[in-house]
């Protein structure tokens, strides 16, 4: 990212139920990550997996739990800075008894820097990434050149960055920000049956919005 002080998410409804508090309380020595300055070290976080998913902007984490218990050999480490929803995912990361996901309290572009080995990643989910449809808030979007090139370092070559949007200026954005880059392939694919439904999904489609999803490939 350019410019630091520019962040891709505006902290919003704060208000954060007792029940998200108290799974904060009780579960993030078990399943959150604290921010630092060293490399994380994926075979310390999870136990029998075989690939390692980073999903950024994780909302209330309906689509990461689905996910986790759909491939309990795919570990996924999910962020946000949501504090509601990080209540929630640890909450229902106990309730479905699943291994395998860790949550960050971090901004993603920081975590990419400085926590995430290079060519490590196997896959990168965004899942409804902020639209900010205003034209002086386009500097906020996430998937822009300098994230691109981020996450395209962050990735196994073969490795493969999926983002969904229900905001189509925003489907357009995206196709025209990879068409500046070299380091992917792909494009518009259909919605693929495991990618779950998501609360901001859910509203785009009472609201008739037109979902798009990407797929691209780490050459
Ligand atoms: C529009 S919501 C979508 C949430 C969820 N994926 C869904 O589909 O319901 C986007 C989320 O991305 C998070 N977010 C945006 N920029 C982020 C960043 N740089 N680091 C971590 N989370 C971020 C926001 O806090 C917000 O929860």
Known sequence: MENPTIKSFKLRGTRITSAQGAARER???????DF??????????????DS???EI???MG????????????????AIDVHQPGIGKL?????????ANVRVMDADAHLVLQVMIEDSSLDAVHIFFPDPWPKTRHHKRRI????FIELVAAKLKSGGLLHI????????FWIEEQFKKTRMFTGGIVERPSWRPLTRFEGQGLRKNHLVSDFSYKRI
Not at 62 to 73: D, G, L, S
Not at 90 to 98: D, G, K, M, Q
Not at 143 to 146: C, G, Q, R
């Open 52 to 54: 390692v998913t980073l």
């Open 164 to 171: 969904a949007t229900d905001w189509e200026p925003y489907a």
């Open 57 to 59: 902007g994780f909302g």
């Open 62 to 77: 309906e689509a990461t739990i689905e996910i986790a218990r759909q491939n309990p050999k795919m570990g996924i480490l």
């Open 143 to 146: 998937v822009n050149p300098s």
């Open 90 to 98: 640890l909450a229902s990361i106990e309730e479905a008894h699943v």
């Open 27 to 33: 579960l993030w020595s078990d399943f959150g990550i």
């Open 36 to 49: 630092s300055e060293s490399v994380i070290e994926f075979s310390s976080l999870f136990f029998m997996v």
